[in-house]
T-cell receptor, first 114, second 112 residues
Framework: DGGITQSPKYLFRKEGQNVTLSCEQN?????MYWYRQDPGQGLRLIYY???????QKGDIAEGYSVSREKKESFPLTVTSAQKNPTAFYLC?????????????FGPGTRLTVL | RKEVEQDPGPFNVPEGATVAFNCTYS??????FFWYRQDCRKEPKLLMS???SGNEDGRFTAQLNRASQYISLLIRDSKLSDSATYLC?????????????FGTGTRLTIIP
């Protein structure tokens, strides 16, 4: 089955530790995205990548880093510089053909920093 | 002013009723528009794209008014399974460059 997988579903870390969230897709999509969702707020874009070996900062990139070495994979590292990392993190992917391209989301990772 | 504004609700409506959601956006250059549905503690999923001429998919009707920068979603004959949060989403990027801006969502609960 085609889709997007994120792991783990729940993640707990101590303050000051870096943590990497996994995102893999087998939809053959060129574009991939990372969002965070906080209670009472809409999804906010952290980073996005439109093609392998290229990525761009979104609206809230500070304290995060990404890589895009393979088309299928777009891991997100939450660094100790991120002031408020506890959130629901969602990865998405889409094609780059046309204007009304659906973004398909993974099931998300809930990160709690203790 | 938020880029995408929605009434957060909650909307509690009886089964079978018609419910309407509204959304406004601030960037007049926005290219495309969507309604996504998000169930509790799950990922968002596309409900429907919104076209300038308006479009319908079964019990769901979406409308776009570019002049007023306004998007709407109408759900007729609501079902219990329609209970979810509905996200208004606007693409502020250009062709092949999706940069979606999400509203905070409107929570809908259908009451038996």
């Amino acid at each position: 089955d085609g889709g997007i997988t994120q792991s783990p579903k729940y993640l707990f870390r101590k303050e000051g530790q870096n943590v990497t969230l996994s995102c893999e897709q087998n939809l053959n999509h060129d574009a991939m995205y990372w969002y965070r969702q906080d209670p009472g707020q809409g999804l906010r874009l952290i980073y996005y990548s439109q093609i392998v070996n290229d990525f761009q900062k979104g609206d809230i990139a500070e304290g995060y880093s990404v890589s895009r070495e393979k088309k299928e994979s777009f891991p997100l590292t939450v660094t100790s510089a991120q002031k408020n990392p506890t959130a629901f993190y969602l990865c998405a992917s889409s094609t780059r053909q046309g204007l009304n391209n659906e973004q398909f989301f993974g099931p998300g990772t809930r990160l709690t920093v203790l | 002013r938020k880029e995408v504004e929605q009434d957060p609700g909650p909307f509690n409506v009886p089964e079978g009723a018609t419910v309407a959601f509204n959304c406004t956006y601030s960037n007049s250059a926005s290219q495309s528009f969507f309604w996504y549905r998000q169930d509790c503690r799950k990922e968002p999923k596309l409900l429907m794209s919104v076209y300038s001429s308006g479009n319908e998919d079964g019990r769901f009707t979406a409308q776009l008014n570019r002049a007023s920068q306004y998007i709407s979603l109408l759900i007729r004959d609501s079902k219990l399974s329609d209970s979810a949060t509905y996200l208004c989403v606007v693409n502020k990027g250009g062709f092949g460059n999706e940069k979606l801006t999400f509203g905070t969502g409107t929570r809908l609960t259908i009451i038996p």
